[in-house]
């Protein structure tokens, strides 16, 4: 688990243990030491994976770009006076090295292109969608032609410009977009609010009612409700801003990983809090980190898993060193919004990197691969009756089992809506195994349309990930009305995947249901995939 090291020192350093090249803490070698651009940037390090790198790593990132420059044996060039003509020079270069289909994945190369472009003080860690065209694959590189195709996704400065706008109100007018809500859209919205703590709650009407800002209105209704704002003395305009960023760095290309999903767990994360075990314990602390850990828990999603990663030699495999890679990104980026925002600047040093090493303990407790630790720990607790809430640590190791149901609830859930979000992830599983297939690459688990079937994969995940960990979570509440509302659910889900999975399946074959355990990194929560349009009787 990342820790914090202390605080940055003047002779303290940092080093990249695969280019050993040793950088000023907080100083950007183009910068001077005492920089007024650099100077907020002083941070504690942190370590995730072994490895210690600064939060926003800018100076990392400029003395890669430089030994990169140096390896190519390009010049230099004079020395840039604005971001802006930095940021150009730097776009070029990504879009000529693509243009190039360069095979080079290494790390500097991609934080290159990655942070292309970012404002110098104000870097949160975004990166481009993975692009197909340098992963280095089997491939030839005769059958990469569509290297010669501009990168759709905005770079993080573009994105920023843009939301830079719509601060200002100056949104821009592209045809067939609608930019505001009429009265009875907003009424209805506002009803849906009112209701928010119902477990038939629709979050996909709720995201068409207001226009697809559905994680952002709905954090800051949850956060009036809690009276976060007040306690914590945020400026409004701020919190805006950070959860504008949260909203519009989830990738809406992805079927699954993406805004909706966060305000899906987001919803369920406030369900959990206002159990009355968990509501007569919990601090507003407590509650700030559930929700924001809930909403950026997947923030930035490639829409691939972390074996897909890691074959392909993404530069975020190197940087974790293989190790709850998604989300050690995600943790990241979250901290790297927090600061570029503004949100916690007003807190002492200490209590806002406080609330940030723990909502990187809450977001990396979602790693699938760390579910039988967290649920055996959850179990024994239990067994022993020695859950004390009044301990700040024990809340927040609820906190952690609160979000990782929140994670993969979606089975229990009613059937319309649950049977929404198999259908999402398991296209998104297919995406990526249609992906391997063309590139030649084995096909990961639950990735292959033409064997692993929605139902069979949703059985399997039903029963490996979600009943054990709810199981322990219905002990937990006592049980509460919410809790046997969402086990009749559950088990309703998983009798009729079994009544699909038999239906297409012949006659001679349908002994028991083969289904697979998911893999550690399969994917993250949300299950299998859709039943071919059919309703469970």
């Not at 400026?235 to 993406?258: A, C, T, W």
């Not at 809090?273 to 929700?291: H, I, R, S, T």
Request: aromatic share 8%; proline share 5%; glycine share 8%.
């Amino acid at each position: 688990m990342p820790v914090m090291e202390g605080l940055w020192g003047p002779d303290l350093r940092m080093r990249d243990a695969g280019l050993g090249v040793g950088v000023e803490a907080g100083v950007c070698p183009d910068e001077a030491p005492h920089s007024p651009v650099w100077g907020p940037l002083r941070t504690p390090p942190i370590t995730c994976g072994g490895l210690s790198l600064a939060l926003e790593l800018p100076a990392l990132i400029r003395q890669l770009r430089a030994a990169w420059r140096a390896r190519r044996g390009g010049p230099r060039g004079p020395e840039r006076s604005t971001w802006v003509e930095s940021d150009k020079e730097e776009v070029e270069e990504v879009k000529q090295d693509i243009e190039d289909r360069s095979a080079h994945l290494e790390a500097d190369g991609r934080l290159n292109t990655g942070h292309a472009g970012v404002l110098l003080g104000e870097r949160r860690g975004s990166y481009p969608l993975i692009d197909l065209r340098i992963l280095k694959t089997s491939a030839q590189q005769g059958e990469l032609e569509a290297g010669r195709r501009k990168v759709k996704r905005q770079l993080s400065f573009q994105r920023y410009c843009h939301a830079s706008r719509l601060l200002r109100g100056l949104v821009p007018h592209t045809q067939g977009s609608l930019h505001l809500l009429d009265d009875d859209y907003l009424g209805q919205a506002a009803h849906m609010l009112s209701k928010v703590g119902s477990w038939n709650f629709d979050i996909f009407l709720f995201d068409r009612l207001t226009n697809g800002d559905s994680l952002v209105t709905l954090m800051c209704h949850l956060f009036s409700v809690f009276g976060l704002v007040h306690h914590f003395q945020l400026d409004v305009i701020k919190l805006h801003r950070f959860l504008g960023m949260v909203q519009e760095d989830y990738h809406s290309q992805n079927p699954y990983h993406n805004a909706l999903h966060a305000a899906d767990v987001t919803q369920a994360m406030y369900c959990y809090l206002k159990q009355p075990k968990l509501a007569e314990q919990l601090n507003p602390l407590d509650v700030f980190l559930g929700l924001t850990a809930a909403a950026a828990h997947d923030v930035d999603h490639p829409g691939v898993n972390q074996a897909f990663l890691i074959k392909t030699r993404h530069h975020l495999a190197a940087l974790y060193q293989n190790t709850s890679v998604l989300e050690s990104h995600h943790w990241r980026s979250t901290v790297g919004m927090l600061r570029e925002s503004g949100l916690l600047s007003h807190l002492p040093a200490d209590v806002s990197q406080d609330m940030e090493q723990q909502l990187g303990s809450l977001i990396l407790a979602t790693d699938i691969s760390r579910q039988n630790e967290f649920l055996s720990t959850f179990r024994e607790h239990l067994d022993n009756q020695d859950l004390d809430l009044q301990l700040a640590s024990h809340r927040h190791f609820i906190l952690h089992i609160a979000l990782k149901c929140a994670d993969v609830c979606n089975p229990c859930r009613v059937w319309e809506l649950s049977k929404q979000w198999s259908e999402r992830v398991c296209e998104e599983f297919y995406r990526q195994g249609d992906l391997e297939r063309k590139f030649d690459m084995e096909i990961s688990p639950l990735c292959n349309q033409q064997a692993d079937s929605a139902p069979a994969i949703q059985i399997g995940f039903i029963s490996y990930i979600v009943e054990p960990l709810f199981e322990e979570w219905h002990r937990f509440t006592k049980p509460s009305p919410l809790s046997r509302t969402m086990m009749g659910h559950l088990h309703k889900s998983k009798a009729g995947w079994s009544r699909l999975l038999y239906a297409h399946t012949p006659s001679d074959m349908q002994t028991h249901p083969h289904t697979e355990e998911p893999e550690p990194g399969g994917g993250g929560g949300g299950g299998g995939g859709g039943g071919e349009g059919e309703d469970i009787p």
